[in-house]
């Protein structure tokens, strides 16, 4: 039987219409694949996506695309193919599990539901590896979720909806039983591939900008993810090649970190083109990619609206952590209302949009930043007073923060053996910094002979003073010569650039992961422990709010109820019942006993 399939307005959504003459068993296996049946079409239907057209591609032979009622563009780019758009991973090639439409045995009742495999309840797909991951994407349910983030190795990705699994035997082994589907997944584990040796790394002049330089490497895994831990390089699409500073500092660093593979640098550069006055400077490269990841992953038909919101953030100077965080928020509001421009939608579309959001389980935080996002757009980008919107705002939760006691810090610093990474962590809880903060310290502002720590452009653009640690003065200086750096005191890989916040948390979590300990945290933590002891010890809490950066003293009353110095000066009502009143006495066996 041949299905149809009919692109269908339904709820005000698009949706894929399935039709047919009437069939029990295509109702039940179009039921059993997540299918729900319309009256009002006559018809049933599934969301309007690739993946679950490619579903029913895999599990009906003949089906039929009817494109009378409207063109479908669902496979296509929004701008042809040289668009920015970037296809998300269900637009790749997708592997479904194929499964047989279910048949009663001889004399089972017809209305005895069949045995349904997990899988095909999950509705799994895989698709094409993501460097070292393979991807899988899945519907929602608790259990499994839960199940699967708790392999090491399988990670969520939330801006594509999809499960990363890193390609490794055991790791398959886990995923394969929890989602019930041995052999789903391929053998191409990552250990398989083989070692690479000898080859040739070409180096290019970048047409648009002289200060970049084009890194073509081989096209192997290993190779390619050593040139992704260059603090500044990012891929270039249109060159399929890497871009990194044309400065002689970062060419000898790729000499010696290909020189275990003995692979060859060709310099196809024109002369005097290496300059080391082409290094940006950090605050330039942040916001410059924050602006370039942006605006490639926005199509053609919201270009404009994200370069006008992109435009404004950055004359307003804001830090490119926001400017990341209100874009993605803004392009996914955006694409989910078809790239209309916010100012034309209602207020009330708005806040059903939002509360849908939260129905669906979007956190608070994210909420928060969405409804941020959208403010800042309606009262400074469109500059129309007749728009005066104020969204509601999801209630943030209260959560209580990780603390660490001094022992467990101790602890922690004692398990590390890198000097570098020792250091890193005991600045953030001596002093109290960020980890933004600690990767950004300049030797410069480490003043030794005061004993303090001059905090440069922290949270919110403020400069504050910053206590160093006596035990700090020695370690500082023995690590000075071991590792000589004329900038930051922690270096990354490349000369005059700085270590990574990333680097920074993998040493906490790897030194969390070897101690004992079970509570959890990051580096962030220390900050939180460092003011907690600070008023344990009977420190002013106006002082602890000035070593934090605090703008507000409410943020750091925080701390005062964690505090356990004054937690455990609170008795329990239960213990001052029993010291105030005296033991009752039973006079009537009192009596009796004399």
Not at 60 to 76: L, M, R, V, W, Y
Not at 404 to 422: A, L, S
Not at 493 to 516: C, I, N
Request: net charge positive.
């Amino acid at each position: 039987m041949t299905l149809t399939l009919k692109k269908i307005n339904h709820r005000d959504t698009y949706r894929i219409g399935v039709f047919f003459p009437y069939d029990p068993a295509i109702n039940n296996k179009l039921k059993l694949l997540g299918g729900t049946y319309s009256r009002t079409w006559r018809c049933w239907y599934f969301d309007y996506s690739s993946e679950q057209y490619h579903l029913l591609k895999e599990n009906f032979d003949n089906i039929k695309i009817d494109t009378g009622q409207e063109p479908d563009h669902s496979t296509s780019l929004a701008a042809g193919e040289k668009s920015r758009d970037l296809p998300p991973i269900g637009a790749k090639k997708e592997v479904a599990p194929k499964f047989p439409a279910p048949e009663n045995k001889p004399g089972e009742k017809e209305h005895k539901a069949a045995h349904v495999p997990l899988a095909q309840k999950l509705r799994l797909k895989r698709f094409d590896n993501l460097g070292k991951y393979w991807v899988i994407k899945i519907d929602y349910h608790y259990q499994v979720s839960k199940d699967l983030l708790k392999v090491k190795g399988v990670y969520w990705n939330k801006q594509e909806k999809a499960y990363l699994v890193f390609r490794n035997e055991k790791v398959k082994e886990k995923v394969e039983a929890i989602l019930e589907v041995p052999g789903f997944f391929p053998d191409d584990y990552i250990w398989k591939e083989k070692p690479v040796f000898g080859g040739v790394i070409t180096l290019k002049p970048h047409k648009e900008n002289q200060k970049l330089m084009q890194v073509y490497v081989p096209q192997s895994f290993m190779l390619t993810e050593k040139i992704k831990r260059f603090s500044m390089a990012r891929y270039s699409r249109e060159y399929k090649c890497y871009l990194l500073p044309a400065t002689p500092n970062v060419k000898e660093a790729l000499a010696l970190h290909y020189e275990p593979e003995k692979l060859e640098i060709v310099n196809q550069l024109p002369e005097g083109y290496l300059k080391n006055e082409n290094l940006p400077n950090r605050k330039s490269f942040l916001l410059v990619r924050a602006k370039t990841r942006l605006i490639d992953k926005t199509p053609e038909k919201g270009l404009k609206l994200m370069e006008q919101l992109v435009n404004h953030m950055l004359a307003n100077n804001f830090s490119d952590n926001t400017i990341n965080n209100y874009g993605n928020a803004f392009l996914r509001f955006i694409r989910d209302h078809d790239y209309l421009d916010p100012a034309a939608i209602e207020f009330q579309d708005v806040v059903k949009y939002l509360g849908g959001l939260m129905e669906k389980g979007l956190s608070a935080a994210s909420g928060q930043i969405l409804v941020s996002a959208l403010n800042y757009y309606y009262q400074h980008v469109t500059q129309n007073p007749t728009i005066i919107f104020k969204l509601p705002r999801p209630r943030m939760e209260k959560k209580i923060r990780t603390i660490f006691t001094m022992d467990e810090c101790f602890e922690i610093f004692d398990i590390i053996e890198n000097p570098k990474h020792k250091l890193a962590l005991m600045v953030a809880y001596g002093a109290g910094l960020r980890v933004s903060e600690v990767v950004n310290l300049r030797w410069g502002d480490v003043l030794l002979a005061e004993q303090k720590i001059h905090v440069k452009n922290g949270k919110g653009k403020k400069d504050r003073i910053a206590i160093l640690p006596l035990l700090l003065l020695d370690m500082l200086e023995h690590y000075k010569a071991l590792y000589p750096s004329k900038d930051y005191v922690f270096e990354g890989q490349v000369a005059g650039t700085p270590y990574s916040t990333g680097s920074v948390q993998r040493v906490m979590r790897r030194a969390l992961e070897k101690s004992d300990l079970s509570k959890k945290g990051s580096v962030h933590n220390l900050r939180h422990s460092f003011a907690t002891h600070l008023l344990d010890f009977g420190t002013d809490i106006r002082y602890v709010q000035q070593l934090l950066g605090h703008k507000d003293i409410r943020t750091t009353m925080i701390y005062s109820h964690l505090s356990q110095a004054n937690i455990n000066k609170i008795p329990s009502p239960l213990d001052i019942k029993r010291v105030t009143t005296p033991p009752q006495v039973n006079i009537k066996n009192a009596k009796k006993g004399t």
